[in-house]
């Protein structure tokens, strides 16, 4: 029998603002009109990463990837392609080196190097249809570890993983879970931080986006891991698709009894809800975080005690973010082994960066820990755009810093990073060529534009102070 052709179309936030849903639309309509219903389906999936170049609309099994499509190009796409089985070279990428075609997106620089954990079924699968999930072994790892695993079984293998926080701080996730699993309590809680603040960042976003299964699996494996039977995503209000997509799923996964009572026929139980945020960076701090979930201001407070002994309401709490959540499965399914098999002996696993700023190829990639800040901008990246020089990449947001051409052969990693003077941060990576100016206050960094007619730095927003080159 021959395999059913699938469409898969970039559903992320920047396709979706530059004419995703009529390309959708347009394709249904050309598919119906051509009497396809029954051998093509066209999925809106999460993002695809190489947002430089949407909106993407891939087809399934030739694997074939368009780039920069329009609406008007959809009827094109079914006649040509779908019913004649040509591929549309116009709508190919072009390898910049040797300007060559490429018609599969493993071939382009852009994904070469990445290895997808975090974001395994973005841009793969409908993140709207648990059905789809389910089908990519999501719940897979949840059912395995309650049927077969003990919560102490769980907290090892993550503590063995080597797993640690991907929203900045770096800190190990399976001793956050071990400290808090060790801490009895009538109630205990697990915050998802999805309050993203970081300049550039849009990681989480974007998982919520294409993969919210991923992020409630974490959460109630990591509930099952400590004693918990509630959970909270904490989300700022200005991701309306993020926080649209995981109340669908949340919706959706009760329905189909993976949270509620009684999960997978188990007398452990489970169940979610969203808190929402209003964009203040400083709750991305867990405390004040938690403060701002609980009605007061987000503000932080000193520690100890850790949340895990006294976070939410008082109540032992881990917080994870979302990155950190949509990797557990994975670990779980495919063990310690293989997952301190990539990246390095104290960073192991991948990191999720967003590439903005003067680089070619803008976009969100994931790559193993250890690779190079040169082969993430210059191989990954494209390099720098209209051929400038690049002069420096900041990193870690307002707490992070800037690292310059002799820093390009860094290892990203966590220990790394810091001893250059910056960090990881939650991924936010961008990039600025040799006209870019920043200021650095007390190490936050703002961006500023070159006055071009007198050459010198425009005057800086927080006074007279002049702005100074790297």
């Not at 699968?125 to 648990?130: F, Q, V, W």
Request: hydrophobic share 35%; net charge negative.
């Amino acid at each position: 029998m021959k395999e059913k052709k699938k469409i898969l179309v970039c559903g992320g936030t920047g396709c979706l603002s530059a004419k995703g849903e009529q390309i959708v639309e347009n394709l249904r309509n050309s598919i119906k009109e051509h009497g396809l219903k029954n051998d093509v389906e066209v999925i809106q999936t999460g993002c695809f990463g190489f947002c430089e170049k949407g909106p993407i609309v891939k087809i399934m099994p030739e694997n074939t990837f368009y780039i920069e499509v329009k609406p008007e190009d959809a009827e094109r796409i079914v006649v040509e392609d779908i019913i004649s089985e040509k591929r549309i070279v116009e709508l190919l990428y072009i390898d910049p080196k040797n300007g060559e075609r490429v018609f599969e997106g493993e071939n382009m620089e852009f994904y070469k190097k990445q290895i997808r954990i975090a974001l395994k079924n973005c841009g793969s699968i409908d993140p709207e249809s648990i059905e789809q999930y389910m089908a990519a072994e999501g719940y897979a790892a949840l059912k395995k570890i309650l049927t077969t695993m003990t919560p102490e079984s769980v907290v090892k293998i993550i503590k063995d993983s080597g797993l640690r926080g991907r929203g900045g701080g770096g800190y190990s996730t399976g001793l956050k879970w071990e400290f808090a699993s060790k801490n009895i309590s009538d109630q205990k809680y697990v915050v998802c931080n999805a309050d993203e603040g970081d300049p550039g960042a849009f990681m989480d976003r974007s998982i919520l986006e294409g993969d919210p299964h991923s992020v409630i699996e974490g959460m109630i494996i990591a509930g099952y891991a400590i004693g918990a039977t509630k959970g909270l995503v904490y989300i700022r209000a200005e991701y309306p698709l993020a926080i649209e997509r995981l109340r669908k799923a949340i919706e959706t996964a009760r329905k189909n009894g993976i949270l509620g009572e009684k999960i997978f026929g188990t007398d452990f139980q489970f169940d979610i809800e969203i808190k929402y945020g209003a964009g203040a960076f400083v709750c991305g701090e867990e405390t004040a975080l938690i403060h701002s979930m609980e009605g007061g201001r987000g503000e932080p407070t000193t520690k100890p005690p850790y949340p895990a002994e006294s976070g939410y309401w008082g109540k032992p709490t881990i917080v994870n973010n979302v990155e950190t959540l949509a990797n557990i499965a994975q670990i779980i399914l495919k063990g310690v082994e293989w997952f301190r098999s990539i990246g390095t002996k104290n960073s192991p696993g991948t990191k999720v960066f967003a590439l903005a700023g003067k680089i070619n190829n803008v976009g969100l990639v994931e790559v193993p820990m250890g690779t190079t800040l040169r082969e993430v901008i210059f191989e990954i990246g494209g390099g720098i755009k209209n051929n400038k020089k690049f002069k420096a990449v900041q990193t870690g947001g307002p707490s992070g810093g800037c690292l310059t051409e002799k820093d390009l052969d860094t290892p990203i990693d966590f220990d790394t990073l810091l001893a250059k003077g910056s960090m990881m941060g939650s991924g936010g990576m961008i990039v600025m060529d040799e006209d870019d100016c920043m200021v650095a206050v007390s190490k936050f960094y703002l961006e500023f534009t070159v006055d071009e007619s007198c050459g010198k730095c425009a005057p800086c927003r927080i006074g007279n102070t002049r702005l100074w080159e790297i």
